[in-house]
């Protein structure tokens, strides 16, 4: 196919695409800029509108909240629940947030989703910027402008980008500590010290990643440092990266949180957040979260789209050229921990995020050495994965859009259906032997892909936001600060939205009670309850008003998979 037809497909002038990257790259402010440019264009859409996501985002952002609500900067919990399963670095960083927030007089800023996903937008911003100055230890300017925009575009770091938890941040940690150890084992052998901006990234990274996610930054380097190590049968390289001062620097920031919540919860937070979370994840699936040995290979596919298939196309230059140094560090960088990883019964799809970086740097050196060839056997069926995805999605939507509301959201169409014609652009040209111009091109359809889907389409299907729709029931009551019980639906998003007294009744009787209990009350009942409730409202009560239903609302639980009724009964003196 010609690079005519390849225009045709739905791009611009193909000489303008091919120019793009040379022209950001021309130097690193410039490079910089367009990749901060290319961050607020995929992570700003959705910010706002998008719904708290059940569950792992609001139990965060509740903790957070209840942080501020009683001044405790050193426990954390949700509701009255002790919530000892991670550090908590991510937690200082929303509550600060959010009390910049109210200092800069946003209404209601502690029930504001969006101040509290501030640190994952910062960091993914951060983990994109980090990743091009990782790569231009391997790379020149513009192969490590090519490599951070593969990583950035991907849709795994655009969702976590809008999720209130650790996820974006530990990945720009990790990103830190990875360029600077890739630095250290590139100069071995020199005299030349590392610079200290290095030592800052791999020690600060390292520090600020223990306090967000505890072992999880020193997993990621220590694996690629260990493997190296014994391949090369020495470690003196290491000494580059001046252990012992950096370990005291860490073990200065981390210690005093880790010993003053072990004195306030009397050790119960290691034996839940080490004992029960982090090895009940290696020894089981936690919450449900059970997959086979390969199924992060085959999500890798989807999460990090545009770049996953070129990606897979390079794993062959990865194996003929596995004792260069480069690429060797790059596999040492990848492969135990995925391994590790597909081992694992417990799989969520963001654990291997903090891997991608290393993926993007070693397409774009395949890209350099001509491996990403068109010609070798299969390789357009692997780059078709680049055009299957955003039309799988665009499809997914449309389906579900009319299954759950009966509606489609063609305001999204424009870019969903953009998108796609920029990916078969981007397979077109691979396959007319424009390997480059296929990437650049697969980063422009996630321009339009991200926004499409986080801005837009998530806006035109209600039936997902239960739990706002719940909450403005709640405000819409004419008395004001009611007290709240949830009988049956106990999604944390709820709990954030409505505020940390929320009741939750065990039983009809108890709910009964609760609306009784006096003063303004407001009930919202599950379906599957429903009886139960008006069997007791039914009894005698001694008297007390009969409760008016005063909404509804039908949806569908994304957490529990199935679709959801509530009606909601209030006693309004």
Request: glycine residues 8%; positive net charge; hydrophobic residues 55%.
């Amino acid at each position: 196919m010609t690079s005519l037809s390849a225009g045709r497909a739905g791009t611009a002038d193909p000489d303008l695409i091919d120019r793009l990257p040379g022209l950001a790259a021309l130097t690193h402010a410039r490079a910089c800029a367009a990749l901060l440019l290319l961050a607020l264009v995929l992570f700003l859409p959705g910010q706002i509108a998008l719904q708290p996501m059940d569950r792992d985002e609001p139990r965060f952002a509740q903790a957070s909240k209840q942080m501020l609500e009683t001044g405790d900067l050193v426990d954390i919990r949700f509701q009255g629940e002790a919530r000892h399963k991670k550090p908590v670095g991510i937690y200082w960083l929303q509550a600060a947030s959010v009390a910049a927030g109210e200092a800069l007089g946003v209404p209601a800023a502690r029930n504001a989703i969006a101040l509290y996903r501030i640190p994952s937008l910062l960091g993914a911003c951060a983990a994109l910027l980090l990743s091009y100055w990782a790569a231009l230890a391997f790379l020149n300017r513009r192969g490590a402008l090519l490599a951070a925009a593969l990583f950035g575009a991907c849709l795994m770091l655009s969702a976590e980008a809008r999720l209130a938890k650790t996820d974006a941040v530990l990945t720009a940690c990790a990103v830190a500590s990875f360029g600077a150890l890739a630095r250290a084992w590139l100069s071995r052998g020199t005299l030349v010290p590392l610079p200290r901006s290095a030592l800052v990234a791999f020690w600060g990274g390292m520090a600020l990643g223990i306090l967000v996610k505890g072992p999880m930054v020193p997993l990621f380097v220590g694996l690629p440092a260990l493997v190296l190590s014994v391949w090369v049968r020495d470690a003196h390289w290491l000494a580059r990266l001046r252990p012992l001062p950096g370990l005291a620097v860490v073990a200065l920031a981390v210690a005093p949180w880790f010993l003053a919540i072990a004195w306030k919860s009397g050790g119960a937070f290691f034996t839940e957040a080490v004992g029960n979370d982090m090895l009940g994840k290696v020894g089981g699936a936690k919450e449900k979260h059970w997959g086979p040995p390969g199924a992060y290979t085959l999500a890798f596919f989807a999460t990090f789209w545009p770049a996953a298939a070129f990606a897979a196309l390079s794993l062959p230059f990865a194996w003929h050229r596995r004792t260069d140094d480069a690429v060797a560090f790059l596999i040492a960088a990848v492969l135990p921990a995925w391994l590790i990883f597909e081992a694992v019964p417990t799989k969520l799809p963001h654990y291997v995020l903090p891997l991608m970086p290393a993926f993007a740097i070693l397409t774009v050196l395949a890209l350099r050495a001509g491996a990403l060839d068109p010609a070798r056997r299969g390789a357009g069926a692997v780059a078709a994965l680049v055009w299957v995805i955003p039309v799988g999605i665009t499809l997914g939507l449309a389906a579900a859009g009319w299954q759950l509301d009966h509606r489609i959201p063609w305001a999204s169409l424009p870019l969903l259906l953009g998108a796609c014609g920029l990916a078969l652009a981007s397979w077109s040209a691979f396959r007319a032997a424009a390997p480059e111009r296929a990437l650049v091109l697969a980063v422009l359809a996630s321009l339009l892909l991200a926004p499409g889907l986080f801005g837009l389409a998530q806006r035109e299907i209600p039936a997902l936001k239960v739990s706002p729709r719940l909450a403005a029931i709640r405000d819409a009551l004419p008395c004001r600060a009611p007290q709240v019980a949830s009988l049956g639906y106990r999604e944390p998003s709820l709990v954030f939205l409505i505020g940390t007294d929320l009741a939750t009744p065990p039983s009809g009787a108890a709910a009964a009670d609760f609306l009784q209990a006096g003063g303004c009350r407001l009930l919202f009942v599950e379906d599957r309850l429903a009886a139960e409730f008006a069997a007791e409202v039914a009894g005698p009560r001694g008297g007390a008003p009969a409760p008016a239903e005063v909404g509804r609302v039908d949806g569908f639980n994304i957490n529990g998979g199935r679709r959801i009724g509530l009606t909601a009964y209030a006693v309004v003196p």
